[in-house]
């Protein structure tokens, strides 16, 4: 029986084209420099179900990514309704979740000393955006960004 290779050979034409007459290029500027200095940190409390931390893992990494971050480890907030204590590392593999990421995003376990004795050693005093599904690039950028180094 033959195979029908045209779904093959259609995607292997998306990569000859360029794409509205400019050129395809990496969503991330790798730079064999490693990372430039980091603006901050980006602490998260992921809430919900298993699929909503997830969510929230990964929407923290772009935004880490994009505002060049120190991502925290995130922690996982315990909900009245799921009763789950679970840490990040006792759903993910933490060590292969750092490595991974580390030519992209800085991965740290806890937010530094330095950092936790300006706030009193208490997390509810660090400076809580309450940033809303949806919030646009210019937002991140605009006001999430040099809040974030302000605080620094």
Known sequence: MDSDNSNADAISTIWRNSYKGGEWRP??????????????????????????QRTSICNAVAVAGYLNATLVIPHFHFHSIWRDPSKFSDIYDE?????????????????????????????????????????????????????MVEEQ
């Open 27 to 52: 969503c991330i500027d790798k730079s064999s420099r490693g990372l430039p200095e980091s603006n901050g940190y980006i602490y998260i409390e992921a809430n919900g179900g298993l699929n909503q």
């Open 95 to 147: 060590e292969f979740f750092v490595k991974t990421l580390a030519n992209d995003v800085r991965v740290v376990d806890k937010v530094p000393g330095l950092i936790m004795e300006r706030f009193d050693y208490n997390m509810t005093n660090v400076y809580n955006f309450r940033i809303k599904a949806l919030s646009s690039v210019s937002y991140y950028r605009g006001t999430v960004l040099p809040k």
